[in-house]
């Protein structure tokens, strides 16, 4: 069964205050590997897919990476604006190629 | 690009009754999923659509929870009856389909009383 643990819970940070978020997976044969951010009431926005180990992304202050068991998402002096549930989902292969979320870190940055 | 569209965004019903969602993906998306997610937990798959076919709904409880997909392209889901652990935001995410990321709808959330 295709699970996905991500840590912190919880993060708070100061402003600039540079941080990671874990994402830990087991999956059977990884055909991708989703991040997403969620602001209270929305659905999840798409970030960033990672889809081998070694492969980084980058978005403004927010930089993903990705290895064979886990992937971090690098927040670099961040904003009160970032501030959010950050989910890390992935999908297996396989006929279906669910996709297959975590908890989240909720992630706040104070002024 | 019109983005998925979902609704109603809220709904109240008592316990027994029965609700409907309906959800129309972005235009094209050959996948449709159908998420619920409880407050402080991430999404949790309940049906996946390929065009108008169920690909996957093993966590769908069928005994209550129905879902259809029209014509491959809008779709809706059906609680009934609907009990209190039913309480959550039901989410609707659409994909061109393959290994392609999934976008999300606003959401419908449910409370039950």
């Known amino acids: 069964e295709d699970q996905v643990t991500q840590s912190p819970e919880a993060l708070r940070l100061q402003e600039g205050e540079s941080s990671s978020l874990n994402c830990s997976y087991t999956?059977?044969?990884?055909?991708?590997l989703f991040w997403y951010r969620q602001d209270p009431g929305k659905g999840p926005e798409f970030l960033f897919t990672?889809?081998?180990a070694g492969e980084e992304k980058e978005k403004e202050r927010l930089k993903a990476t990705l290895t064979k068991k886990e992937s971090f998402l690098h927040i670099t002096a961040p904003k009160p604006e970032d501030s959010a549930t950050y989910l890390c989902?992935?999908?297996?292969?396989?006929?279906?190629?669910?996709?297959?979320f975590g908890s989240g870190t909720q992630l706040t940055v104070l002024p | 690009e019109a983005g998925v569209a979902q609704s109603p965004r809220y709904k109240i019903i008592e316990k027994r009754q029965s609700v409907a969602f309906w959800c129309n993906p972005i235009?094209?998306?050959?996948?449709l999923y159908w998420y619920q997610q409880i407050l402080g937990q991430g999404p949790k798959l309940l049906i996946q659509?390929?065009?108008?076919?169920?690909?996957?709904d093993s966590q769908l409880p069928k005994d209550r929870f129905s879902a259809e997909r029209l014509k491959g392209v809008d779709s809706t889901l059906k609680i009934q009856p609907a009990k209190l652990e039913d309480s959550a935001v039901y989410l609707c995410?659409?994909?061109?389909?393959?290994?392609?990321?999934?976008?999300f709808g606003q959401g419908t959330r449910l409370t039950v009383v």
């Open positions: 659509f390929q065009n108008n076919g169920v690909v996957d």
């Open positions: 235009s094209g998306h050959a996948t």
């Open positions: 999956v059977s044969g990884l055909r991708g």
């Open positions: 995410a659409s994909s061109p389909g393959g290994i392609a990321e999934a976008f």
């Open positions: 990672l889809y081998s």
């Open positions: 989902a992935v999908r297996a292969s396989g006929s279906a190629r669910q996709l297959t």
